[in-house]
Nanobody, 123 residues
Framework: HVQLVESGGGSVQAGGSPRLSCAAS????????MGWIRQAPGKEREGVAS???????RYADSVKGRFTISKDNAKNTLYLQMNSLKPEDTATYYC?????????????????WGQGTQVTVST
């Protein structure tokens, strides 16, 4: 049974630097891709960042240079360090996982999802 539990969201001022965490269980092994997908109000979910089993990463253009995805294999935890937040980063952020070799940003390619954590950026 795969379980993904996000934490670390909340209300942040523009320019802030919160860190999201995702505790994962039930999905281990050599080939696991994990990612952060977000959904802003009235918009479709979009891939933000992804990391594969070899720690190779991919980022959406909108967050490159501001967000960093990382993982702690010993703790089975995925992180998203968000810097220089903008109001347009306001969204529900979902942790997602898939038994795959490659990091990926397409939300349709993920089979397992967390419940999401809200991030609201104010000016």
């Amino acid at each position: 049974h795969v379980q993904l539990v996000e934490s670390g969201g909340g209300s942040v001022q523009a320019g802030g630097s919160p860190r999201l965490s995702c505790a994962a269980s039930g999905i281990t092994g050599r080939s696991v891709c994990m990612g952060w997908i977000r959904q802003a109000p009235g918009k479709e979910r979009e891939g933000v960042a992804s990391v594969d089993s070899d720690s190779k990463t991919r980022y959406a253009d909108s967050v490159k240079g501001r967000f960093t995805i990382s993982k702690d294999n010993a703790k089975n935890t995925l992180y998203l360090q968000m810097n220089s937040l903008k109001p347009e980063d306001t969204a529900t952020y979902y942790c997602a996982a898939d038994p795959s070799l490659w990091a990926k940003l397409d939300r349709h390619e993920y089979n397992y999802w967390g419940q999401g954590t809200q991030v609201t950026v104010s000016t």
